[in-house]
């Protein structure tokens, strides 16, 4: 059974990092790829990030491209979103996604940023 637990979600102030953490567990770790994505009421669901783990390779959205970083530790299996430079607008509820015969979604984190 895949389980996804995220955490490391709260209230920040504009500027200010948060590293959010998804915990993996029921699949081969190895060959996943990982997906956070986030959504806000009224609004589309957005790919934020995205890791390959075989490879190492790493997909943005564009409106995080040079602030949000993906990586993993395979050891663990976690995978982490290093989110440098928070906006107003990135609040949201956050989720890591896997795809195992079906999609599967972890319960979602909140980040809120605001002053």
């Known amino acids: 059974q895949v389980q996804l637990v995220e955490s490391g979600g709260g209230l920040v102030q504009p500027g200010e990092s948060l590293r959010l953490s998804c915990a993996t567990s029921?699949?081969?770790?190895?060959?996943?790829?990982i997906t956070w994505y986030r959504q806000t009421p009224g609004k589309e669901r957005e790919m934020v990030a995205q890791?390959?783990?075989?490879?190492?390779?790493?997909q943005y959205g564009e409106s995080v491209k040079g602030r949000f970083t993906v990586s993993s530790d395979s050891a663990k299996n976690m995978v982490y979103l290093q989110m440098n430079n928070l906006k107003p607008e990135d609040t949201a509820i956050y989720y890591c996604?896997?795809?195992?015969?079906?999609?599967?979604w972890g319960q979602g984190t909140q980040v809120t940023v605001s002053s």
């Open positions: 029921g699949l081969t770790f190895y060959t996943s790829t």
């Open positions: 996604s896997t795809w195992n015969v079906r999609r599967y």
């Open positions: 890791i390959y783990n075989a490879l190492g390779e790493t």
